[in-house]
């Protein structure tokens, strides 16, 4: 594998598949703590879906992609894939025991779990590339 400097975490860019069920939205918060906590920097998936030139070349230009998927549907890594690219880092939310339903109610420990899985992988990513 080739080693990359990961210092920064704009370097780091989180796709979420941001579906709409509890799966999804648990994706999207993840997305969305993984910025605040200063771990990676969100992107629009959306941008990626639409070919928006500005956004393919600026995920190229990234140095680790980081995919959220609510569920086996794996919508994220299907759009990222389109557009010619592969999640280094990649969760489904219902491979860690989460249940999808098409309700909006989750724990708040739902994104933690998914989060903190995340947070794991990438601080190991960074080991391997100091
Ligand atoms: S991966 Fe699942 S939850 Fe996410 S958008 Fe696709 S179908 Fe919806």
């Known amino acids: 594998m080739e080693e990359k400097c990961l210092c920064e975490p704009n370097e780091v860019l989180v796709f979420s ?3 709409s069920s509890n799966v999804g939205q648990i994706a999207n918060l ?73 309700g909006f109610d989750y724990p708040r420990s739902d994104i933690d779990k998914v989060a903190d899985h995340l947070s794991t992988q990438i601080s190991k990513r960074r080991g391997l590339a100091a």
């Open 17 to 19: 598949c941001s579906g």
């Open 30 to 102: 993840t997305a969305l703590k993984l910025t605040r906590e200063g771990v990676g920097r969100m992107f629009c998936l959306a941008g990626i879906g639409g070919h928006v030139s500005g956004m393919i070349e600026s995920t190229k230009a990234g140095k680790m992609i980081v995919a959220i998927d609510g569920c086996p549907v794996a919508c994220a890594q299907k759009i990222l894939e389109h557009a010619g690219f592969k999640a280094d880092e990649y969760v489904q939310v219902t491979d860690m025991g989460i249940e999808k339903n098409h």
